[in-house]
Every structure is written in C-alpha cells, then in structure tokens.
C-alpha cells in the first residue's frame, strides 16, 4: 500500500494548498507505482522570533526638570511631559517612533533658530548639542522596533491553518501596498524628520489584519517540500519499465491524464498566482527593511535571511525557485520517454 493512500480518501479541499499537493503526489505515486511520504511540516524553521529576539534594547534619553524647563524656549515641554507621563511610558513601538521623530525635528529646529539664546543657563547650546547626538544615535533602534517590536509583525507572520488557504493569497496585494506605504512613511521620516502618524498607523492596522507573511511562507514551503519529494520519487522509477519501446503505453496514458489534469489543471495554475503574488511582497518587504537605518537586532537577522531574502541559498524563495523546475525536468524524463511530451 502506498504512503498516500490515507490521504486520498474522503473530502478534497480545493482550497488547501496541502489537500491540492497531496492528491496530485497520490496519484502521480499510484500510476508510477512510487511511495511518497507526505514532508514534515517544519514551521518552526518560518517561525516569527520571539519579540525580545526581534527588538532593538532603546535606553532612554531622560530630560530632567531643569533643563525640560529649558525647553520650553524650543516649544518642547509638551512633548517632553506627554513622554514622561504614564501612559507615554506604555507607548506601543510605533507610537514612540513618532514622539522621537517629533522631538529630535524640534530639537533640530531649535539649533538652527538660535532660541536656545533665550535661556539663563550658558550651558544649553552645550547640553542640547548632546541631546541630540544621543537622539540620533538610539533612533536606528527605534525605526526598528516599530516595525518589528509590536503586535503588527506577529499577526503579519501568523502561521496559523488558515496560512495554506489558497485563496488567501488574495490579501498579498493589500499587504503588499501597505508595505510600500509604510516604506515611504519611513523614508520621509528619516530624510525630513517628519512622520504622519495617523497615516503610519493605519497602514500597520493593514498588516495587523492580513497574515500576508505567513500565507506566502507557509504556502512557499508547502509547495517545496511536496514537490521535492514527489520528484525524488520519480527520479527514482525507470520510464523504460512503462515504456520500454518508446511507446506510450496504456499506464503512460494514465500518467499522462495525471499530468494533464492534476498538475496542469490544479497545481500550476496555483504555483503561477502563489510566485506573482509572494515574489512581488518579498519584493516590498525587502524594500521596506533596506529602508530602515543600520543593522536589524541580531536574533532577528537569520529569520530574515531564510525566509524574506531572495538571495539567500538556503532561504525559503531559493529553495522554492530551485524546485519547481526540477520538478518539471523530472516530468518531462516521463513524458519524453513515452513521447507524450505536449509538444509531440
């Protein structure tokens, strides 16, 4: 009995990915008379780093009494009491993202207006010039804890079941402008030290509610490590032994209606929506981690490299790449030898 043959009984779920692979390995495996175990799944290897893994440690620059007073001839107190309350402490990472972006473009305003020259104390060119350094210098961290560090990224690259629907690919496109939003958002906020928070926000509730990361993960192993193994077990099998003049044979003519049917029919059209649709946010994804300042926190960089990267050898997008057309040279080693290649 073959190693698929529990899998091909009752309901077939056109919208799971892992139903639609499996069927097609079964009957593939039934004609050519191959085993084909079904792959462990390996979530754990596409996982989301945990979030003290993922986010930057950012100290806090505190301003005492004193110099907040100073301040206020920089139009600053405000901003500096909405951080130092309470809930300023609590702030989501987006959230304080905007408070250092409004501060340091304040602190920088008021450098270059000179109203640090109505201040009693000689020493606050001095002090705000050391501010400022210090800002600069723990903002990298706090680009990246804002994208990384909160609830956003963690629904982003859910894995849950509903990751393989089929269907699900649908909402790539809406995450994958949100992703370019976001991205400009965050350039601007670099260059003109200026960021619209209402509009960084709802582009994070965008990616809160799309689970796009995880569909194209999850989707982009499952469809390699199914055909991988289904094509190591046809290169295992012998065309000749169906074939053996070269003639198709009543078994080729089965596997030729498999092909036609199951991998034609269901699973390239799928693999043809799942590689425009991952490629072109892998695409966005990468763009929006280029776009933010310095190195990403250590316990995040090799989740990065093997699962967004599109260079990356052993990273999910190469290793899907590198098994489609494997698969495909494998099926035309059957074809060919029945001659029931297409074009024949």
């Not at 999850?218 to 099998?237: E, F, K, P």
């Not at 799942?274 to 966005?284: T, V």
């Not at 052993?314 to 074809?335: D, E, F, I, K, T």
């Amino acid at each position: 009995m073959l190693a698929l043959s529990v899998l091909l009984t009752g309901c077939h779920n056109q919208d799971q990915a892992d139903d639609v692979l499996s069927r097609y390995a079964g009957r593939v495996a039934n004609v050519l008379e191959q085993e084909v175990h079904p792959p462990e799944r390996d979530w754990e290897s596409i996982a989301l780093p945990r979030r003290r893994n993922r986010t930057w440690p950012v100290s806090e620059v505190t301003v005492g009494m004193l110099d907040a007073l100073d301040l206020v001839h920089c139009d600053l107190l405000h901003e500096v009491g909405a951080r130092n309350s309470s809930l300023g402490r609590l702030q989501q990472p987006s959230i304080r993202l905007h408070h250092e972006v409004r501060m340091l473009a304040g602190l920088l305003a008021c450098r270059q207006s000179g109203a640090y020259l109505a201040a009693d104390r000689y020493d606050f060119r001095r002090w705000l010039d050391e501010l400022i350094a210090r800002k600069e210098t723990l903002l990298p961290g706090v680009f990246w804890n804002a994208v990384f560090a909160g609830q956003e990224i963690e629904r982003l690259f859910s894995l849950a079941r509903g990751s393989l629907r089929i269907s699900g690919l649908e909402s790539v496109d809406a995450s994958r402008q949100a992703l370019q939003e976001v991205q400009t958002l965050l350039s601007r906020a670099q260059t003109e030290y200026g960021l619209d928070a209402t509009a960084l926000e709802a582009q994070l509730a965008v990616l809160h509610d799309s689970s796009a990361g995880g569909t194209v993960l999850s989707q982009l192993q499952a469809a390699t490590q199914w055909l991988n193994a289904l094509t190591g077990s046809m290169q295992r099998g012998d065309p000749r032994r169906m074939c053996p003049r070269g003639h198709p044979t009543r078994r080729a003519r089965i596997l030729d209606n498999v092909f036609r049917t199951f991998y034609i029919g269901e699973v390239q059209p799928w693999l043809a929506d799942l590689d425009r649709s991952a490629l072109a946010w892998l695409q966005a994804f990468q763009s929006l981690r280029h776009t933010l300042p310095g190195p990403p926190p250590p316990g995040l960089q090799v989740f990065l490299e093997q699962t967004t990267s599109l260079e990356h050898p052993s990273g999910v997008w190469v290793r899907y790449r590198q098994a489609v057309p494997s698969h495909a040279r494998a099926w035309q080693r059957w074809l060919k030898a029945c001659a029931l290649m297409p074009s024949n």
